[in-house]
């Protein structure tokens, strides 16, 4: 006889144990549109995930849909490896026109492999290559990945450990924040280090940042600390590695988080929305002097994802052709920010701090479960958020940069129920 109880689904007898925002969220998600996803039985979610910042268009926007749609229909190329496709053209003519000339940015484009941290691990290997150096510099609760290299500049001890190897040469240092810091003199320690013949510390090659962190707890930045920093990296022959595969293409405002600090990175890493529609598609953007590799010296099979290209370019043309996107991204940001100073007031003894650039907040609890609490009460009331931080103590916020004022109302509002009924 069958035993008693629900019959596991094919999820639970067949995926591996490693799932995890299903374990979060349980349901089966069926249909997107904009901010919403439908499940199978009909319920519609209101997402301020927005696929951990890989939609910040929404899901299935029209316009990205239609250009895919017609690219598909007529045959385009869809797997291309690094060959010259019509689509991949497209792509650098309008990521040329409408993001890198307008900021003067000198940068060359490399097509690492489809997601993040293949970014990162081309960052971290190019200024090797180029420094002749292996040392990296990285700061705490920082996040740049799962695979190797990128683990090895990754603060979070959990994600750290599940590498099963030591993870060597590299060095971090305080975030900009960071308890026991020296907000005015940030830099005078490692400065220190790094003119010391006596500290040990073998001279980098680089130093890489976020200048928004996403999965170490919503951290900002200063301006006037990562100008610190991009000057500490010039006066000390270090190339400035910028990690903007969450914080970019317009989540904090500028296409890239980095421009109100008005610092020109060396190296930058763009993942997640760079494809507009959820597609793989990663970035490695670095000055033409800084481009030494070999034909085929870092490779990939799907390092050039056709279909993304066609829709990162729909992206591009529709969003980035005028400064629209990022004004309305600051006002929706502004209104967002109000509301959640206004949820923290209600239970100032439960609540830290609330933080956040653009579309992109988070709010600190005191307790540390209680984040996870109220996002499992969220999902109850059918709105999706995650948490981040070292212990997930912050609650996160990345809605799509298309979220209208009335969808940013009933997420503050099912927000503020859900704190309510968790405190």
Same mark, same amino acid.
């Given at each position: 006889m069958r035993p008693a109880g629900p019959v596991p689904s094919i999820f639970e007898t067949l995926e591996s144990e490693v799932r995890g925002y299903c374990r979060g969220w349980p349901t089966v998600f069926?249909?997107?549109?904009?901010?919403?996803?439908?499940?199978?039985?009909?319920?519609?979610?209101?997402?301020?995930?927005?696929?951990?910042?890989?939609?910040?268009?929404?899901?299935?926007?029209?316009?990205?849909?239609?250009?895919?749609?017609?690219?598909?229909?007529?045959?385009?190329?869809?797997?291309?490896?690094?060959?010259?496709?019509?689509?991949?053209r497209r792509f650098l003519e309008t990521f040329r026109d409408l993001v890198l000339a307008p900021r003067g940015l000198p940068y060359k484009v490399m097509f690492p492999g489809p997601t993040g941290t293949n970014a990162v691990e081309a960052a971290l290997k190019l200024a090797r290559k180029v420094k002749k150096r292996p040392q990296v510099v990285s700061f705490t609760n920082g996040f740049h990945g799962m695979s190797l290299g990128s683990l090895a500049v990754t603060g979070n001890a959990r994600k750290r450990d599940g590498a099963g190897v030591p993870l060597v040469h590299t060095t971090p240092m305080p975030f900009d924040g960071y308890p026991g810091a020296d907000a005015?003199?940030?830099?005078?320690?490692?400065?220190?280090?790094?003119?010391?013949?006596?500290?040990?510390?073998?001279?980098?090659?680089?130093?890489?940042?976020?200048?928004?962190?996403?999965?170490?707890?919503?951290?900002?930045?200063?301006?006037?600390?990562?100008?610190?920093?991009?000057?500490?990296?010039?006066?000390?022959?270090m190339l400035l590695i910028v990690d903007d595969i969450q914080m970019g293409c317009g989540r904090t405002g500028g296409f890239f988080s980095f421009e109100e600090a008005g610092i020109v990175p060396d190296i930058v890493t763009v993942s997640k929305s760079i494809s507009g529609? +959820? /597609?793989?598609?990663?970035?490695?953007?670095? #000055? *033409?002097? %800084?481009?030494?590799?070999?034909?085929?010296?870092?490779?990939?099979?799907?390092?050039?994802?056709?279909p993304?290209?066609?829709?990162?370019?729909?992206?591009?043309?529709?969003?980035?052709?005028?400064?629209?996107l990022e004004k309305q991204t600051r006002v929706k940001g502004e209104h967002l920010r109000a509301g959640l100073l206004a949820i923290a007031a209600e239970h100032p003894d439960a609540i830290v701090a609330v933080r956040g650039r653009g579309l992109a907040w988070g709010m600190e609890m005191r307790e540390k479960d209680a984040a996870n609490r109220v996002a499992r009460r969220a999902f109850d009331h059918r709105f999706l958020i995650e948490t981040s931080g070292p212990q997930?103590?912050?609650?996160?916020?990345?809605?799509?940069?298309?979220?209208?004022?009335?969808?940013?109302?009933? +997420? /503050?509002?099912?927000?503020?129920?859900?704190? #309510? *009924?968790? %405190?």
């Open positions: 069926d249909q997107a549109r904009g901010s919403h996803l439908t499940d199978e039985d009909g319920h519609s979610y209101l997402d301020f995930f927005a696929g951990a910042g890989s939609l910040n268009y929404g899901h299935n926007n029209p316009v990205l849909k239609r250009a895919l749609l017609d690219y598909l229909e007529r045959d385009g190329i869809t797997h291309g490896l690094d060959m010259s496709t019509t689509a991949k005015a003199e940030p830099f005078a320690f490692f400065e220190q280090l790094l003119t010391d013949e006596g500290s040990g510390l073998d001279h980098p090659a680089a130093a890489i940042v976020e200048t928004v962190q996403g999965e170490g707890g919503i951290n900002v930045a200063r301006p006037e600390w990562l100008r610190a920093l991009a000057e500490l990296c010039r006066r000390h022959d529609y +959820g /597609l793989p598609m990663s970035l490695c953007l670095f #000055r *033409e002097e %800084l481009d030494i590799w070999e034909p085929g010296e870092h490779n990939g099979t799907f390092r050039g994802n056709n993304a290209f066609v829709s990162a370019t729909a992206a591009l043309k529709a969003y980035w052709a005028d400064g629209e997930s103590e912050v609650v996160k916020l990345l809605p799509p940069l298309t979220v209208s004022a009335e969808e940013l109302d009933e +997420g /503050l509002r099912l927000l503020a129920r859900s704190v #309510r *009924e968790c %405190l």
